[in-house]
């Protein structure tokens, strides 16, 4: 061991690691290198180790801090001439640069500090849960393993990533991640219907793909629609966009073997000997040791192209979603982002995975080129189309509607006036798609003005700094978003708080105080318990109350109209209607054409009862966290612990559980609130699929002459004979979800109180182990953490 190692720890006051540390010949750079599992092997004591841990991360800190003063760029006095001037402007250009490696200096501090101690507190909590493994199984025991384990999930914000084929996705999510190979782009077009996951890789430091494909039955099935559509097609109707996305789907995978085979031969395992593993349901993963490496490999499972007139072989036609796993990506270490293709797809698994993951995004990309932002109907079409999904059907917070290639233009001859041309037209793109924005009221029903956020940037000028500013690119800005969304602090607060209250409990559970006040407490809290669950249960009733109201007017509405609507679509003549008809009742009343247009009967059908819930559904359901569900009842819930801690000192550990219980379960039940209003507000669409189902397979069988004429007639006499019950029972469905939410945020509210009441206050349990030094350790962390609700910890001694 070095003199490094030797001064140090005696300067730490932890002599007593000496001996250990000359055991393993520890030197300044391996000391350096200790990682979670080597620190916990040489010190298996918890509060030595956390002790050691703290120093180390402090020791750490500084040598960052001395590295970031040493790379700071040494200031260069300007010069007088006009010469010297330019040179001025460049060097403001440097330090403008060197802001984001600054900020990101800053992060990774902040984080590191975090996950330090998030790892400590995980350390103490394994080591307490190990105690309670040697306890004998009473019910409080029992009670404190699961609430440990409750403290290990995480949370993962999606992020979708829409826009047409060329408008730069690839690049963008490549640039952001600072992964200039990642994703394929360029020469070979990306395919219509592969959804590409990209996420942090926290196995190892390789790129990895997880390929998951669609089931061969359901290959098969496809393939027997698609021939069928390609055979029944009216020539007068002519080819349209459809036969030809079929034809290169099929081209894709078999080149020209398809046109003379039946989907049975199709199937021939001699197809797959590349990719055994769709016949055997499995996935495939790739594993490379760089970016580069990945990207060529995927190409095939997620591009189409032809080379010298020949059509290659390509998989993406069986794909059924990738998932790409990033190594040492801090962007990434709670984020997802998802390429996603248009919905609208043949295959009914994939459509269904799109709409799920369209619901769970908290964030949407809409990616479009600068020079058509605000008057590209794909764009545009996305944002409406999908509004009711990520809105009152998901749970979207904000839309960024990012302008790419903004760095591209017909050059003056002036560098400077280069980049203030590019200045202006951000500015103008900006305010041109703004006011674009204004005008969708259908889309203001779900998002207000505050959830609209565009950006201009040039993931080419990012890369290369040949021109802009890296912050004129806007890169940077999307990198800080994402930095925001990964949310460390908020992560180790809420770990961190639920295992302060746990160490509470038991440490309350030991002490002889307050015994004689422990009646009466409880009887305030049981008193306090009921007059919550009362205000929680006239909320939602007034809230299901107030859906009854609009509903009936919204049947009243569907009834009277949904024949003229439906008339309106049926009706139309022009050039490939068959075909477009045919592709909407193959598909279940949905359907995507190739130009971004989406056709959806259910939808229309069912837009007079969500377009009379929508603004009643918007305020009670809020996607926005600063507002609370049902009028922020679950939010302000609380059985007064605050004050309950002030009158009662000897019961402060017991009532600090309490307190930290409140928060958990607000928490938990927000989640589920959030992700059972998405099925209520769902179910209105999904009622009215149920009840048109059979009528599209009728449709859809018909063949030959007059066939689009008993495709219009089998669907408007169902419409017809249909609608007094439909909308009813779409109510009815409707209503029913929300009385069924109500009764289990009561039940779940009440259990989960009543138990901690009962057992912190309740019981007498000697089996407890005593865990004053855990306690205090991360009363310590929990008083840090809350005293810097920004993340800015300090170092603690």
Known sequence: MDDFVCNKLTEWGLSELIDRFKDHSMDKESLYDLDDQDIKDLIPEVGLRAKFKKRLRQLKEEQNTNQAAADSPVPVLPATSDKGKRNLNHQGESSKEQQPNKRQRENKTQSYTESIILSDVKDIIGSVLKKLHRQENTNLNNFLRTKIHDLKREKRELIGVFGRTGAGKSSLINAILGEKNLLPSGEITACTSVMIKVEANIRNSKYDADIEFIKPEEWKDEIWTMKQFLGNADEEWGDDEERRDIIEKLSAVYREEWKHKSPENLMDIKYFSEIEEFLQSQRTTLTCGSAKELSLKLVKYTRSASRQGEIMRYYWPLVKCVTVKVPNNDLLQHVTLVDLPGSGDWNKSRAKMWKGIVGNCSTVWIVTEINRAASEEEAWEILTSTCSLMGNGGQCQQIHFI???????????????????????????????????????????????????????????????????????????????????????????????????????????????????????????????????????????????????????????????????????????????????????????????????????????????????????????????????????????????????????????????????????????????????????????????????????????????????????????????????????????????????????????????????????????????????????????????????????????
């Open 403 to 797: 302008c790419t290639k903004s760095d591209v233009i017909e050059d003056p001859d002036d560098d400077a006036d280069v980049h203030a041309h590019i200045i202006q037209r951000n500015v103008t793109a900006k305010e041109e798609v703004i006011k674009k924005y204004g005008s969708l009221n259908q889309v203001k029903k779900h998002f207000s003005d505050d959830c609209f956020k565009v950006f201009t940037v040039s993931s080419t000028e990012f890369l290369k700094r040949k021109r802009l500013n890296p912050e004129d690119t806007e890169i940077p800005q999307l990198q800080d978003f994402l930095k925001d969304l990964n949310d460390y602090h908020s992560e180790t607060l809420n770990y961190v708080t639920g295992a302060y209250g746990i160490l509470s409990l038991m440490q309350g559970a030991n002490s002889t105080e307050g015994a004689g006040k422990k009646t009466d407490v409880s009887a305030e809290l049981e008193k306090n318990l009921s007059h919550q669950l009362g205000r929680v249960k006239k909320a939602v009733e007034d809230a299901h109350k107030a859906f009854e109201t609009r509903l009936i007017e919204g049947v009243k509405k569907s009834q009277s109209s949904c024949e003229r609507t439906m008339s309106s679509f049926l009706y139309r003549s022009h050039h490939g209607f068959y075909n477009t008809l045919k592709c909407v009742v193959e598909k279940d009343g949905v359907h995507k054409t190739k130009k971004g247009k989406q056709i959806n009967l259910n939808v229309k059908l069912a837009s007079w009862l969500t377009d009379s819930i929508d603004e009643e559904f918007r305020k009670t359901f809020p996607n926005e966290e600063k507002y609370g569900s049902f009028n922020g009842v679950i939010s302000s819930f609380s059985l007064d612990t605050e004050r309950l801690i002030k009158k009662n000192q000897s019961l402060k550990l017991q009532l600090i559980f309490l307190k930290t219980e409140e928060e958990k379960i607000k928490t938990k039940l927000n989640k589920i609130i959030r992700e059972r209003k998405k099925t209520i507000y769902n179910s209105l669409t999904e009622t009215i699929v149920e009840k048109m189902l059979d009528c599209y397979k009728r449709a859809a069988a018909f063949s030959g002459p007059d066939s689009l004429k008993y495709m219009r007639d089998t669907i408007l006499e169902h419409v017809q004979v249909s609608k007094d019950m439909m909308f009813e029972e779409a109510k009815a469905a409707m209503l029913k979800l929300l009385n069924d939410l109500k009764d289990d945020i009561l039940k779940k509210l009440e259990k989960t109180m009543r138990e901690s009441i009962e057992l912190s206050l309740k019981t007498d349990d000697n089996s407890i182990p005593d865990v004053p030094a855990e306690l205090e350790m991360v009363r310590r962390y929990y008083d840090e953490l809350k005293d810097n609700p920004d993340g800015e910890t300090s170092q603690l001694e």
